[in-house]
């Protein structure tokens, strides 16, 4: 750690909260079928493009599979790379922004508050991830879909940056829960839409300051590592290399 | 004695020449004017038609979150940079020529820094939520975050524009009072106001020549942090490309290159339309064109080191900016540019008998305007296109919507620039008096 004392206060305050949300993508699990992507919209009130806005570079997506060919034809590899925001602990996205709208919650997501939002859009140049999704226009669903929208996501307007909240309104009732019952969140108790729905689970979700939790344990694998690591961004979520390498 | 003489009887035809723009006008400038302002609403319609439907209305798109409208702020943030250049570092120096130069350069300033702020407004995602940036004291006790280069940029500008105003003002208090003696009609009452009751006494005339001598290198300071300022905007971001330590220096380099390029396009301009020919002279071209060779090698020096940088370093993020500029997709905007800010002044301006045409320099100030503001793009666009993640590699071109209010709000610089002529005398009167008494002297 640093030896400057203000930034070790800083680090134990972030420390001291209760919960440190953590996800482990394993790459090895991952099929590329894009269930997570349907699940995220669903649970998250994502604005719906067509097909014109999608080739314009407009659709929204918390979570993407980015694929990569690997090789020369006929011997091609796909590979895929599910993208997600990465809730840096050192987020370039935060210092940027003019008006406090991109922020840190103690329990280290990285939030954004539509709100406040005005739509400079400098995190959005600032995420080395490209992660933040930008609503170049008001949202709009056909109907019967506007009858589906979650009750406990706030639908956002034109002009605002969003991303992946971890699916904070989930992490938030699962708390709730436990702490009516006087005791700490379970492991596996809150699960994100997209690891909910992933037929192979590659995706996994929990509390990095319990050590028990498979995410404390997966994160430690040898196989772990983050994204663009060396930009110091210190993300929470943590990739698992495919075993065939 | 003769010399002194006819210095004397020069006075009354310099203040008939130098005021005749404010007294007579003709048609042709009030078809000029309309024209411009048909450009204007044209412009402000598509801009209220991006508010009503949202800013998708450019062609903005994920990963390239800023374009045309963020180019032009840099752009004409440069422009502003002409007056405070010229006429603050040539006052600093005591350069005699700056004397006819100074006033149409500081006009420039004031009108190209109030549409630079346009284009912040231009940019927002919402902006009828643009006093989010304010800092003033709400109920939620929320403050704009100073940590963001963002709102530094808002500081630096508002203080520019502040002092630049102060700036402009100062020396045209003397003029003010002699539009003031000579124009009658309501326009009397306004420059009486402006004048601030200046008389011309010898204590009056100490203390504004003390006001001018303090303000003048703190304006040159400003216009410096200024610039730098908004080439952190960029190198602050980690994005590869941007993220350069030369980007402060290079932006306030490139920004007096596109500023004294402008300056000669007005300087030609308003010699022309109103017969200035006994002012701005041959002279005044050619000091400004060895100015402009000094800029373009200066600014050329930067932009081969940085390049060379990357092109040595072969990092792979850096490195895939710089190919789509050399011989990708960005290949002809780019070698465009190349020629348009450097190679063709560079081969006109070295040749002593081209600094004395001015056609010639006015055609060059066009190009390194055109070739600066395609920079500008090239700066922010193709880093933003090559983000690290391969898989988002995309393209940008501004929309129709973007073009007509980038269109209109040109037309709407040179509209305000156009009736501040009729308002301002374009030579400060009383400098190009005491310049003649200066040359008699010597």
């Given at each position: 750690m640093s030896q400057d004392p203000q930034a070790t206060e800083e680090y134990s305050k972030k420390a001291a909260s209760p919960y440190k949300w953590e996800m482990v993508v394993d790459l090895d699990r991952c099929s590329g079928c894009e269930a997570c992507v349907v699940a995220c919209h669903a649970e998250n009130n994502i604005r719906i493009s067509g097909e014109e806005e999608a080739a314009e570079g407009r659709a929204i997506n918390w979570i993407r599979i980015e694929r990569y060919w690997e090789g020369d034809y006929p011997n091609v590899k796909a590979k895929f790379l599910p993208v997600m925001c990465?809730?840096?602990?050192?987020?370039?996205c935060e210092p940027v922004c003019p008006v406090y709208a991109s922020y840190h919650t103690p329990e280290g997501l990285n939030a954004q508050v539509y709100n406040r939002c005005i739509g400079v859009r400098y995190c959005g140049n600032n995420c080395p991830y490209v992660a933040r999704q930008f609503n170049w226009f008001d949202p709009h669903w056909d109907e019967p879909l506007a009858e589906q929208l979650n009750p406990d996501v706030t639908v956002r307007s034109g002009g605002v940056m969003e991303k992946c909240t971890f699916c904070v309104q989930r992490i938030r009732s699962g708390k709730e829960a436990a702490h009516k019952e006087g005791r700490r969140v379970r492991d596996g108790e809150i699960t994100p839409a997209c690891v909910q729905s992933c037929p192979t689970s590659a995706l996994i979700f929990g509390d990095?300051?319990?050590?028990?939790s498979r995410v404390s344990h997966l994160k430690k694998s040898r196989r772990g590592f983050h994204l663009m690591?060396?930009?110091?961004?210190?993300?929470?979520v943590t990739y698992l290399r495919r075993l065939s390498e | 004695m003769t010399d002194r003489q006819t210095v004397w009887e020069e006075m009354p035809k310099i203040n008939r020449d130098l005021l005749s723009p404010l007294q007579t006008t003709t048609w042709t400038y009030y078809l000029w004017v309309g024209v411009l302002s048909c450009f204007v609403a044209a412009g402000a319609g598509a801009w209220t038609y991006q508010i009503q439907t949202g800013i998708g209305q450019t062609d903005l798109h994920h990963p390239i979150f800023w374009g045309s409208y963020i180019a032009s702020f840099v752009y004409w943030i440069g422009v502003s940079h002409s007056g405070t250049f010229i006429s603050g570092v040539l006052r600093l120096t005591n350069a005699e020529w700056r004397r006819p130069v100074t006033r149409m350069a500081e006009l420039m300033t004031v009108v190209a820094l109030l549409v630079t702020a346009l284009f912040v407004f231009y940019h927002l995602?919402?902006?009828?939520?643009?006093?989010?940036l304010i800092p003033y004291p709400n109920q939620r006790e929320l403050w704009p975050n100073f940590r963001s280069p963002l709102m530094w940029d808002a500081t630096a500008i508002f203080t520019y524009a502040t002092a630049s105003t102060i700036y402009i003002y100062l020396p045209l208090i003397p003029d003010f009072a002699l539009a003031r003696d000579r124009i009658q009609g309501w326009r009397k009452t306004v420059y009486r106001w402006l004048a601030i009751g200046w008389h011309g006494s010898q204590a009056q005339w100490r203390t504004l020549e003390m006001a001018i001598r303090i303000i003048t290198p703190l304006i040159v300071m400003v216009m410096i942090s200024v610039h730098s300022i908004v080439g952190f905007d960029f190198s602050m971001a980690l994005v590869p490309a941007w993220?350069?330590?030369?980007f402060a220096p290079y932006f306030v380099v490139g920004a007096v290159h596109s500023g004294l390029a402008m300056v000669m396009i007005g300087l030609y301009v308003l010699r022309k339309v109103y017969h200035l020919q006994n002012y701005v002279r041959t002279e005044h071209f050619e000091k400004l064109g060895k100015l402009l060779l000094v800029t373009t090698l200066l600014l050329a020096y930067m932009y081969f080191a940085e390049q060379l940088t990357i092109w040595y370093g072969k990092v792979p993020d850096h490195i895939a900016v710089q190919n789509s500029l050399l011989y990708g997709s960005y290949a002809v905007p780019f070698w465009f540019m190349v020629s348009c800010i450097y190679v063709i002044p560079l081969v006109t301006l070295v040749w002593p008998r081209f600094r004395q045409w001015p056609v010639g320099l006015m055609m060059v100030g066009l190009i390194i305007n055109l070739g600066m503001y395609i920079e500008r793009m090239l700066i922010i666009v193709p880093p933003l296109a090559h983000p690290r993640l391969s898989f988002q590699w995309d393209e940008y071109f501004p929309s129709m919507i973007e073009l007509a209010i980038l269109v209109g709000t040109l037309a709407l610089a040179l509209l305000l620039y156009s009736l501040a002529v009729k308002f301002v005398p374009v030579i400060s009167i009383w400098e190009e008096k005491l310049g003649k008494k200066h040359a008699q002297e010597h």
């Open positions: 990465q809730h840096c602990d050192d987020a370039p990095r300051n319990d050590p028990d690591e060396s930009l110091g961004t210190h993300p929470a | 995602g919402r902006v009828w939520r643009f006093y989010y993220h350069s330590t030369i």
